[in-house]
């Protein structure tokens, strides 16, 4: 807000919430590679012990006790509820629901220790703690398992990777400038190497992730606007009308 930065990098969902505000203009979306799979969205995991019986199906999670990173991760809370109210179940209450803050990790050590029933994951996140041989994945069970050709464990809807976005006042010479140099980064690249990823692809649409946000009434879209009787008779005029 202060303009101190040019270009931003960052989570779709906190994208959204300053696009309009900043006037952000999306240049990129970045690209990851996964079993010769090219990957530029991703989706939220549910996490129970195998050795739960009670826990199955995204049914099961009525009223049971969840760990998720924090209310603002869309991989790791925001489209793992959206998938509870798609299945017209109810939302957790707060008391339900145990924030641990990053990293990922925090969620699982919860679980393990009994602490909670479920954890929420972010895509890919199961999947790398094995090959650091940080976790034993078989004692994990993932719920509601969607899209079998997709390389990681998926629970949810999947949503666009992060985007690169510049300020509005970068002129639009620099801004296609910066644009060309992110379309030309390779996978054998230093930058891709160190970044971990494969490169760059033509900024993807983030309304889906606009409805998500819309829908479960969070940032920006968490005021209540005032609706006024003046509102209600523009909207209603045809019935007013005899």
């Known amino acids: 807000k202060k303009r101190e930065i040019d270009f931003l990098l960052t989570n779709p969902a906190h994208y959204i919430i300053h696009?309009?505000?900043?006037?952000?203009?999306?240049?990129?979306?970045v690209i990851y590679s996964k079993k010769d799979y090219d990957i530029s969205s991703f989706g939220g995991v549910i996490v129970a012990l195998k050795e739960n019986n009670n826990i199955n199906t995204i049914h099961d999670l009525v009223n049971k006790k969840i760990a998720a990173v924090k209310k603002g991760s869309l991989g790791g809370y925001q489209s793992q509820i959206k998938e509870i109210r798609d299945n017209n179940l109810p939302l957790p209450?707060?008391?339900?629901?145990?924030?641990?803050?990053?990293?990922?990790?925090?969620?699982?050590?919860?679980?393990?220790?009994?602490?909670?029933?479920?954890?929420?994951?972010r895509s890919s996140v199961l999947e790398n703690l094995k090959e650091k041989n940080e976790i034993d994945i078989n004692k994990f069970k993932v719920i509601n398992q969607k899209y079998k050709e997709y390389p990681f464990y998926v629970s949810t809807k999947l949503y666009p990777e992060w985007p690169f976005s510049a300020l509005s006042n970068i002129n639009?010479?620099?801004?296609?400038?910066?644009?060309?140099?992110?379309?030309?980064?390779?996978?054998?690249?230093?930058?891709?190497?160190?970044?971990?990823?494969?490169?760059?692809?033509?900024?993807?649409?983030?309304?889906?992730?606009?409805?998500?946000?819309?829908?479960?009434?969070?940032?920006?879209?968490?005021?209540?606007?005032?609706?006024?009787?003046?509102?209600?008779?523009?909207?209603?005029?045809?019935?007013?009308?005899?």
């Not at 696009?19 to 979306?29: H, M, P, Y």
């Not at 641990?100 to 679980?111: E, I, S, V």
């Not at 479960?216 to 209600?232: A, G, M, W, Y």
């Open 19 to 29: 696009e309009k505000e900043l006037n952000l203009f999306r240049l990129a979306t």
């Open 172 to 242: 639009n010479e620099l801004k296609k400038d910066v644009a060309e140099a992110l379309f030309s980064i390779k996978q054998t690249n230093y930058a891709a190497i160190k970044g971990k990823y494969k490169g760059w692809y033509i900024p993807l649409d983030y309304n889906v992730v606009t409805e998500l946000l819309r829908e479960l009434r969070l940032p920006p879209f968490d005021k209540v606007s005032n609706f006024t009787i003046e509102d209600i008779f523009k909207k209603y005029i045809e019935f007013f009308i005899v």
């Open 93 to 121: 209450n707060k008391d339900n629901v145990i924030f641990t803050d990053m990293p990922h990790r925090n969620t699982l050590d919860l679980l393990l220790n009994k602490k909670v029933d479920v954890a929420f994951l």
